[in-house]
């Protein structure tokens, strides 16, 4: 028998409570106060307790890897493959706060009547949400394999791999805008598609950005190497690559 989406979400609640209370995290107080919180706004349990900053990111993604026994994953220092991003709708992913990571195995049948052996690592902010373990794995018809990590790490994971233009933009939003009136000669970008203009200006502040970073630390060369799913910048300081 399948488990509704209430009582899945309910024993998600409850689970998630039960751990968090039990490593001394919240304390029953604050624990009350944020599910009436998360009742009145329609938001999660652990969505209210990092709002309210009753505990943070980190913390809880240390403790329901501990007691879950499940790994942690670090996904700024992860790269996801386009094919295994690809597994996962982003509307998916994006209400259940969770990220493709790995395939794990053959995903590809051996006949047509038979299911694939394969295993999707996914990275989750609340890997006791039954609720959403069983939409993934329907969604994506591969056993999934649950891990932990923050919110916040998935959210950026999440746009690193299904909108990287858009990330990438706020990547260099994000950084001092020495180099925003910065125009590469010879180009036209009203020639090309539309966008190209960003694109170029886009490009050219990254560059200028590894050329920075690698005057600042007295590198020698600058080493640009492209792969089938990342791009590796390497410096060269005192003779070490």
């Known amino acids: ?19 968090l209370t039990k490593a001394g995290l919240v304390s029953a107080e604050d624990l009350q106060s944020s599910a009436a919180r998360a009742d009145r706004s329609g938001k999660r349990l652990w969505e209210t307790l990092l709002d309210d900053r009753a505990i943070t990111e980190d913390q809880m993604a240390e403790t329901l890897a501990r007691y879950l026994h499940l790994p942690c994953v670090r996904l700024a220092s992860t790269t996801i493959g386009t094919d295994v991003a690809g597994r996962i709708p982003e509307d ?14 053959d995903a590809t049948p051996a006949s047509g009547k038979s299911k694939p052996k ?17 939409a993934i794995e329907f969604a994506t018809g ?39 009136s910065m125009r590469v000669e010879g180009l036209d970008p009203d020639a090309d598609e539309p966008g190209s203009k960003t694109k170029i200006a886009s490009t050219v502040k990254l560059v200028n950005l590894l050329l920075q970073r690698a005057i600042e630390s007295g590198a020698s060369d600058l080493h640009i190497e492209p792969s089938v799913n990342e791009l590796r910048v390497r410096l060269r300081r005192d003779g070490m690559l």
Do not use: N
Request: include cysteine.
């Open 1 to 19: 028998m399948s488990t509704s989406p209430i009582t899945a979400g309910a024993t998600a609640r409850s689970f998630l409570a039960t751990i």
């Open 92 to 105: 998916l992913a994006l209400k259940h706060t969770c990220v493709p990571v790995k395939l794990e195995g």
């Open 118 to 134: 394969a295993t999707l690592l996914v990275a989750m902010a609340d890997p006791t949400d039954l609720g959403a373990l069983q």
């Open 142 to 180: 591969i056993k999934i394999r649950p891990a932990v990590s923050t919110r916040t790490e998935i959210g950026d994971a999440i746009g690193r791999s299904y909108s990287p233009d858009q990330w990438l933009q706020r990547f260099l939003a994000s950084i001092p805008g020495e180099f925003d």
